[in-house]
């Protein structure tokens, strides 16, 4: 097994971009061999010592990472490791997890308790929340006006016509949620050690899936009403059903508050290449 720092992490996901971070020493091992043994603290600041199952230790301090669930130390306290973990479920969605590493205790794989990405109720919980929930919105929009062209492609005109119509009418808005999405993604790829292209991907693909379920809810998937439905998409579209500032007013007034704060990324950074969104 490579023990080079400075060698790229053989478990990496399957992107370029993703092998970018070279790895460091402790991400070579499953958690489960590893033992957090300790700290020492000097100017307010702490270190933690890690064994290996062989009895060698290491040293790792707030921000590295470990184990090969692209491990990062979170926190470092008296009791234990602070530990995020990114892990993929078995619908290939990658979510959260985190496991407190206590000193003296061999980590057991149960431990890491899967997470919404962010805590419940935070201030950065509720923000990522936002961001995700209007991404959703845009995706659902375009998404129902593609099914409809496929399935009943005598709606098509009429579809379009009303969605560029949609996405004149709220062009700031859309790009304001564009603007967040690439943001957002743009941290996340960084906070975690993987590709931008890979956030998108798997951003994408819940999108997808909650679409699914979305036209699912709404009989869509089955031919009974789906032609009526799509011969309304239009109407729907110009109607306030579909102004996401009014179906978003919370969101939105989330996504005005942190412009100042660290729980909004710099968008104003952002170069649009419009990587996030359907149907363009």
Not at 56 to 77: D, E, P, Q, T, W
Not at 139 to 164: I, M, Q, S, W
Not at 190 to 203: E, F, K, M, P, R
Request: aromatic share 10%.
């Amino acid at each position: 097994m490579p023990r080079s720092p400075a060698a790229n992490c053989p478990y990496r996901a399957p992107s370029a971009e993703a092998n970018r971070r070279t790895c460091e020493a402790l991400e070579y091992f499953n958690v489960t061999s590893l033992t957090p043994k300790g700290y020492v603290e000097w100017n307010g600041r702490r270190a933690a010592f890690i064994e290996e199952a062989d009895g060698r230790l290491h040293a790792i301090r707030r921000g590295g990472y470990l184990a090969r669930n692209f491990g990062k130390v979170m926190a470092i306290s008296r009791d234990a490791i602070d530990l995020r973990e990114i892990i993929q479920n078995k619908d290939d969605v990658w979510q959260e997890a985190r496991a407190d590493l206590r000193y003296g205790v061999t980590p057991e794989p149960s431990q890491a308790q899967p997470l919404d990405y962010i805590e419940e109720g935070s201030v950065q919980g509720n923000y990522n929340k936002a961001v995700n929930e209007l991404f959703l919105f845009n995706y659902r929009v375009v998404g129902v006006a593609n099914h409809c062209k496929l399935f009943h492609p005598e709606t098509a005109a009429g579809v379009d016509e009303a969605l560029v119509s949609w996405r004149n009418q709220y062009a700031n808005t859309l790009e304001e949620i564009e603007r967040h999405s690439q943001a957002y993604a743009g941290r996340v790829a960084v906070d975690y050690g993987v590709s931008q292209s890979l956030v998108i991907q798997n951003a994408r693909r819940n999108a997808s899936k909650k679409l699914d379920e979305f036209l699912d809810n709404i009989g869509l998937l089955g031919s009974t009403n789906r032609r009526a439905y799509c011969e309304g998409y239009p109407s729907l579209l110009r109607s306030q059903a579909s102004n996401p500032q009014m179906q978003f007013a919370t969101e939105f007034k989330l996504l005005d508050s942190c412009k100042e704060t660290w729980t909004c990324p710099n968008v104003r950074e952002v170069s649009f290449e419009r990587q996030l969104t359907v149907g363009r």
